[in-house]
């Protein structure tokens, strides 16, 4: 049975910090065209080795990505400790493969758990269900394997059930040896590859014995949206199973209208976007998304009761690039001033204005506006005999309430002003708070 009351307290943390950072990182920095570059290249084995015994991130500063996160106004982060080629970031006694045996030499979740949590931040890791590099994992025939056209593995036997243990046994490594996980970020189920092909339960039940408070994300079954799928709901039945995990994830799409269960109510989610076109790094992907942009789908995100994980893609020497600090810190500048309208926030049952997005939080209304008005800004569904104040949220100073003889023609709507300049405060999201009266 579904415990709601244990979800929602668990789930507080994550409702409230909005704002996370990915980091998808690898040996696949190495030959720079993106995490699935063995894959989309059907690229054997062996030749992937020279990446593992060239990889040595010289510039490798956790502290300095985590202090890039914080500034960006993020709450916590996700690292690939595994991602499906198989390469672990962690000193996995079950594996050779591993950061520690190359020239690195060093166990870089830990490091990566300790800088971010030094920070403040709350701590993540991504975890691949697929391994294209386990003898056990099927190759060839299977949808995504290096080797799925190789016909030299046509006739390999696997032993599905020894990956299995092999697969449970990391997970409880990283939930055994490295202090308090917040989040496991498990990726990704197809075809009938999903929920018990991975023996879900027992291992979502053996998480939670470790960590009993640990946020899972939904990709242990094909979360369909639609809700067709085997066994128990999913999260959206409002009965989900015990591994269908605890927020939606949708990837490279902001849901167009948030997600709800059958019920009605809002589900928790999650999209995961990538600042440019790739997930690791990618030398010669440079179409980037402004930074402008990036902060109205933050605020887009919470409007509909949804957080946001933005992904970086450090290269092989270990830095974020330069693009993406860019980014991040030109976030933070917006961040440093309008953040209580995205912590703590989510969706308001008010219409979405002309002009931008509304986001709420107990007695508080955002008005995200994003394009200029003529005259002044209708906080529509707004009553004024509700409010209690209002301020610019960039710097908190007052704003009056306008009337005069055209804005009496609409009774149920509060006018502000900006003042004389036809141009917002801040052209790229300028915020209003407005503080409403407590009712009785
Ligand atoms: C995917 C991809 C992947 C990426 C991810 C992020 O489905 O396989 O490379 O890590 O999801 O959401």
Redesign the pocket.
């Given at each position: 049975m579904f415990d709601r009351e244990a979800y929602n307290r668990r789930m507080q943390w994550y409702l409230h910090d909005r704002f996370g950072m990915f980091i998808?990182w690898g040996l696949y920095a190495i030959p720079a065209r993106g995490?699935?570059v063995r894959s989309q290249e059907q690229i054997p084995v062996e030749e992937y080795e020279a990446f593992f015994k060239e990889f040595n991130p010289v510039d490798f500063d956790p502290h300095k990505w985590a202090r890039a996160a914080k500034e960006a106004g993020m709450n916590y982060a996700v690292l690939t400790a595994k991602?499906?080629d198989g390469f672990c970031l962690f000193d996995s006694a079950l594996t050779d493969y591993k950061s520690t045996n190359t020239p690195c030499g060093r166990d870089l979740v830990r490091e990566y758990l300790d800088a971010f949590r030094a920070e403040g931040l709350k701590v993540g890791l991504y975890y691949s269900l697929l391994d294209w590099h386990h003898p056990d994992y099927p190759h060839y025939g299977d949808r995504h394997h290096p080797m799925r056209e190789n016909e030299a593995f046509k006739n390999h036997t696997y032993d599905f059930d020894r990956y299995l243990s092999y697969m449970h046994g990391q997970v409880k490594e990283l939930c055994t040896n490295y202090g308090k996980i917040d989040l496991f970020w498990f990726?990704?189920s197809y075809d009938d590859m999903s929920g018990e092909k991975w023996k879900a339960t027992e291992l979502v039940r053996m998480i939670r014995s470790y960590l009993p408070d640990v946020l899972i994300d939904n990709r242990m079954t094909v979360n369909r949206m639609d809700q067709k799928q085997e066994g128990t709901g999913s999260l959206l039945s409002g009965d989900p199973a015990e591994y269908s995990g605890d927020f939606v994830s949708p990837?490279q799409i902001i849901p167009p209208e948030g997600i709800r269960d059958v019920g009605g109510n809002p589900v928790a989610w999650e999209s995961?976007i990538t600042m440019n076109n790739h997930?690791g790094y990618c030398a010669a992907d440079k179409h980037y998304k402004p930074a402008d942009m990036l902060i109205k789908k933050l605020v887009e995100c919470v409007s509909k009761n949804g957080n946001l994980l933005l992904n970086v893609g450090p290269d092989a020497r270990g830095n974020i690039p330069r693009q993406s600090l860019d980014i991040l810190r030109r976030i933070g500048e917006w961040m440093h001033h309008s953040s209580a309208s995205i912590y703590g926030c989510g969706g308001s049952e008010l219409p979405k204005p002309d002009y931008g997005r509304i986001t709420a939080a107990p007695g508080r209304l955002y008005f995200h506006v994003m394009e200029p008005l003529v005259g002044f800004v209708p906080l529509t569904g707004v009553r004024t005999q509700d409010i209690e104040q209002i301020r610019l949220l960039c710097d908190g100073s007052e704003l009056k309430i306008a009337d005069n003889w055209i804005t009496e023609n609409y009774p149920d709507v509060t006018f502000v002003s900006f003042g004389e300049s036809p141009l917002l405060p801040d052209p790229v999201d300028t915020v209003i708070e407005v503080q409403l009266k407590k009712m009785d």
């Open positions: 998808h995490e699935w991602h499906h990726d990704f990837e995961c997930w």
